[in-house]
Each structure stands twice: as C-alpha cells, then as structure tokens.
C-alpha cells in the first residue's frame, strides 16, 4: 500500500485526530503550498533531545500506574521502536511540525507517551523518536502540499530507525509500535527494512494500532493468530459493537484483526469479560477490570460499550481511536511479555 492510500484511508476512516477539540478549522487552514525549504529543521537522532523516550534519560515513557507494575527496562531483553500519533493540530502557516516546538512535545509526553508507550516498559527499552510530524490539514488536503508533508515525516521516522538499529539496538530482539500517523509510519518502515531483510529475524512483532492494516500488507510478515505468535503484526481499530461507519464497504473486510483482550484473530469470537484486565484512564490508573468484550466483525474490532465516566474523554460518538491502547492497556502489557519470551525461547 502506497503513503498516500495509506494516509487516505485514515482520512477517510476519521482516526488521524487524537483529540476531538479545536481541530476543525485547523484541519482546513492552507495558508500556502508545500515548499520544503520552509520546513523546520531535520532532527538530529544522534541528540538525546531529538527522542521523546530513551532508556538513558527519564522520560514519561518510565512511568508506571500502579506499584504492582513494574518499569524493567534497565534489564529488559528487547527493545521497541514507538511512534507517536498526530500532535500537529492547532491552525499554523506550517505542514510539518517543529522538534523543538515545547507546546508539542508536553502533548506528546503526557498523552501518546505516557498512555501507549509506557505498555512496553515492562519488558522492553522504549526508543520513541520526535520527528517532523505532519499537521492534521495534510490529510484532508493531500494534493496541495499533504503528501510531501507526510513523506518529510516519514523521512525522519525512517532515519531516526536507521539511527537506533546502528547505534542503540546492538543486534537485539525489538518490537515496532505505533498508533494512527505512527502506525502509517510504522507500515512503511516495515516494508522499506524489516520484510525480507536479516531484520526480520529479529523482529519480535509489531503493534499496528488505530490504522487499517491489510491481511497481505507486507510480503512476508502475516497478521499475528494468538498471543504467543512471534514475527508477525497485531493490527485493530476501535468501534462500538454493532456500529458501522459511513464509508465502511467490502473492502474493510480485508483488514487484519486481533482482539488485544483475549488476542484471538478468530472472526467473530467474542471475548470473555474476565479476559479484560483493566482500562488506564486519563488519571494515569488502572480501573474497571472485566467491563469489555469484544470481537473481530468485518476488519473492525467490535467493543461493548462499558458504563464508566471515563468514556467522556475517550471515546468520540461510535469512534474508539482515542483509547485504542487504554481500554486495553494491562492486556497490552501482558501480551508484550508473553511475546517477548516466546521470541526468546525459541531463539535459545
């Protein structure tokens, strides 16, 4: 699949806006076509500065919700690449976000990096790149400069991998992470490094979250089938049960779909309630354990809808992209250990 279909899917499917207030007019805004010249400065990955997360400096990445979890990654044995979704959302003459721009990066730590990367501490050292991100209007406005907004974000989302493989990874086990504009990213670094090549071999999975993810996307890496699978992708996007959206047609049937509660790809297998494990809430804490069950429908995954106040800042209408790594965290973390060690065991 091409940047741009890619891209346009999720402008099409309405995922790309992690927040739901204050973007409309924003999304519109074209203050002038795309001129790489006016594109702020290329991050340099060899600077602790241009990473949101390291496993040498203290990020929000480190965090933990709950003194029963625990943040391993000083002994942690894998590694995993996380790339954060849209944060570029307020009106602005520019197409790609700044590093460097604080109002941005506060975002990006308390919310993405704190709510979704820190699933992974428990057994792997996060590596979470700033790069320059595209701006919301990109997606609604492809022809008048989106395209080449969204390949300078990937350019720096694929030098910023090729930086952690030479100089950090050290041949070992990592996962890729990402959701909505991350996962778009994360697909086409997959394609361009990973599928056919020695990386494979080290690829542990990946967590293609909040995009629409093929069945046959890649050549050589298949959906995952279970929750031990290993060099495979785990791929979901997040609807209440029954819904269908506008734009859903034949097509969507295509997607790859695991359920993160009891991760079964099975079509239509609902999960047990006693398989959710807890919702991490905007408060930064775990609650609500065995309030969802879900399925696999028609390349959606289909969630009961749990009555908890925390829906009010999560879920907009039938659209659960928001909270597709919260509703599921603990079962998220779970997982990324079981995998982790079923990668090891057969590696040894």
């Not at 995922?15 to 400065?41: G, K, M, R």
């Not at 909505?180 to 990386?199: E, R, V």
């Not at 999560?314 to 079981?338: E, G, Q």
Request: include cysteine; aromatic fraction near 14%.
């Amino acid at each position: 699949m091409s940047l741009v279909k890619s891209f346009l899917q999720l402008l099409i499917l309405g995922l790309v806006c992690t927040t739901f207030h204050s973007c409309h007019h924003a999304w519109h805004y074209i203050p002038q076509s795309f001129d790489e010249t006016d594109a702020p400065n290329s991050p340099d990955y060899g600077l602790t500065e241009s990473w949101a997360a390291l496993p040498s400096k203290a990020d929000n990445a480190d965090l933990i919700p709950a003194d029963i979890f625990e943040n391993a990654q000083s002994k942690a044995q894998a590694d995993c690449f996380y790339i954060h979704p849209t944060g570029f959302l307020e009106k602005d003459e520019k197409w790609n976000a700044d590093v460097t721009n604080s109002d941005i990066n506060d975002w990006t730590d308390v919310w993405p990096l704190k709510h979704q990367a820190t699933a992974f501490n428990g057994s792997c050292k996060i590596y979470a790149p700033r790069y320059r991100q595209a701006h919301m209007k990109s997606f609604f406005h492809l022809e008048e400069g989106g395209k080449e907004a969204l390949a300078l974000a990937y350019q720096d989302v694929a030098r910023a991998f090729v930086y952690f493989i030479n100089h950090y990874n050290n041949g070992r086990p990592f996962i890729i992470a990402g959701h909505s504009q991350g996962t778009a990213h994360a697909q086409l670094l997959i394609k361009q490094f990973i599928d056919g090549t020695d990386l494979q071999k080290r690829m542990v999975c990946a967590y293609l979250v909040g995009m629409p993810t093929k069945t046959d996307e890649f050549r050589n890496i298949k959906p995952c089938e279970n929750d031990a699978d290993c060099g495979c992708f785990n791929s979901w996007t997040t609807f209440d049960h029954d819904y269908y959206p506008k734009f859903y047609n034949e097509d969507y049937s295509k997607n790859a779909i695991i359920n993160p509660i009891n991760w079964s790809s099975e079509i239509n297998k609902t999960s047990d309630y006693e398989a959710h494990q807890g919702i991490l809430v905007k408060q930064f804490k775990v609650k609500y354990t065995e309030s969802l069950s879900g399925q696999s429908h028609g390349g959606m995954l289909w969630v009961s809808k749990p009555k908890v106040p925390f829906l009010k800042h999560f879920v907009w209408k039938n659209n659960w992209h928001k909270a597709d790594y919260n509703l599921f965290w603990v079962n998220i973390r779970i997982n990324v250990a079981t995998r982790v060690s079923s990668f090891l065991n057969e590696r040894d």
